[in-house]
């Protein structure tokens, strides 16, 4: 079936939360006015519970529906956290928030997934309960992680889980999925290279950790080019190096370097790691220094499960008319928390000719709006059908 009636007819109202959250974007776990304003919402809706203050911040509603003799329960969920990213949009709507802003379209994944409670609450059409899941902290804090760690899954007895993203560059309110691996485990790390500072007149009588350093930063590279199977996805970036000293006539002590790996398959993410600390130190003795290596493990993979990744493009297809592969995606996404926890899928929605996410001109589209709460409602109308 096309879009659901019930939410053109919405349209406006959720278009009005979202352009609320907007305007009033919190980071990380500090969502206390945004979790305020969902369970609010979710009460006004009727829902059978709401929870809040799993995951430290996250809140939970529970919809049952005309019958739950089914005894299934699907989690939907959806992030609710922004960026520390000052808005350039320009929008009358724009964040109030200095150094914050909704830069990756939650506030959009925030309203849908209301509206789609809303719907859902109202009709009930459907053997079994919801659990409408908002979560904090997805841009690097692990909110997902905490709220399973919370007992959330067993609390509630979910099943299955189901995700959402907007895409930038697809069309709108147009779907893309993809079974098995698809959004990138995350991990950072930090080496420390320690030499023999002087004046850089006399290079002879230092050990220069710079040079050391700049020679490390090509054959971290050697990584994806030399170490993994050529057919498997590896990404190894340094991103930042800083030394203490800002004289330009001294040559530094010590030198830090930082950056980021992403992999989509556990032994080639095991392999980077032991490859980053040992041609870290070796490169360091190389030039008579030392290196400490420091490697901090982030989200993991994100992996859909085979079967529900099926279903969820079957209803996309009856949303939008089409759902596309998705591409192998190098980003992070913490929902991957609550894959490992229980089978499920995450899709992407179109969101247009827009900027890209965490851009600071980025907008979520609310054209898209109709089209993301349809695929919640039917996911949860199809996979719990009354008999």
Not at 342 to 358: F, M
Request: with cysteine; hydrophobic share 40%; proline share 5%.
């Amino acid at each position: 079936m096309p879009i659901k009636n019930r939410f053109a007819e919405l349209l406006p109202e959720v278009t009005a939360w979202r352009r609320d959250l907007h305007e009033n974007p919190e980071i990380l776990f500090e969502t206390h006015r945004t979790s305020a304003v969902v369970a609010e919402r979710l009460r006004e809706f009727g829902c059978d519970e709401v929870v809040t203050g799993l995951g430290r911040t996250g809140v939970v509603g529970i919809i049952k529906g005309k019958s739950t003799a089914s005894g299934r329960c699907i989690g939907l969920r959806a992030d609710m956290d922004a960026l520390p990213i000052h808005e350039e949009t320009g929008l009358d709507y724009a964040s109030k928030t200095p150094g914050a802003m909704h830069a990756c379209g939650h506030d959009g994944h925030t309203a849908m997934l209301l509206g789609a409670a809303k719907y859902l609450a109202e009709t009930r059409n459907f053997d079994g309960t919801v659990a409408i899941i908002f979560q904090p902290a997805e841009e690097g804090g692990g909110g997902g992680r905490e709220m399973v760690d919370d007992g959330m899954m067993e609390r509630f007895g979910i099943q299955e889980v189901y995700g959402m993203h907007n895409w930038p560059g697809m069309p709108t309110g147009a779907f893309a999925i993809r079974s098995g691996p698809f959004f990138a485990a995350t991990d950072q790390f930090d080496i420390y290279l320690t030499g023999k500072g002087g004046h850089a007149a006399k290079p002879q009588d230092t050990i220069d950790p710079v040079v050391m350093g700049s020679h490390l930063v090509l054959a971290l590279q050697t990584i994806a080019s030399r170490n993994a199977d050529p057919v498997k996805q590896v990404v190894v970036s340094v991103t930042a190096m800083h030394s203490a000293g800002e004289a330009y006539n001294v040559i530094p002590e010590k030198i830090h370097l930082r950056g980021t790996v992403r992999t989509l398959d556990p032994d080639l993410r095991e392999l980077a790691e032991a490859r980053i600390t040992a041609i870290a130190k070796s490169t360091a003795e190389g030039f008579g220094g030392q290196a400490e290596v420091q490697y901090h493990h982030g989200y993991p993979v994100m992996i859909n499960s085979d079967e529900q990744t099926e279903f969820a493009a079957e209803v996309a297809r009856a949303v939008s008319g089409d759902c596309v592969e998705a591409p192998l995606i190098m980003g992070g996404e913490d929902f991957a928390f609550m894959l490992n926890s229980r089978p499920g899928a995450y899709i992407l929605v179109g969101n247009g000719d827009s900027a890209g996410v965490h851009h600071p001109k980025y907008n979520f589209n609310d054209e898209a709006i109709p089209a993301g709460c349809s695929w919640w409602a039917e996911i949860v109308e199809r996979r719990m059908a009354v008999g």
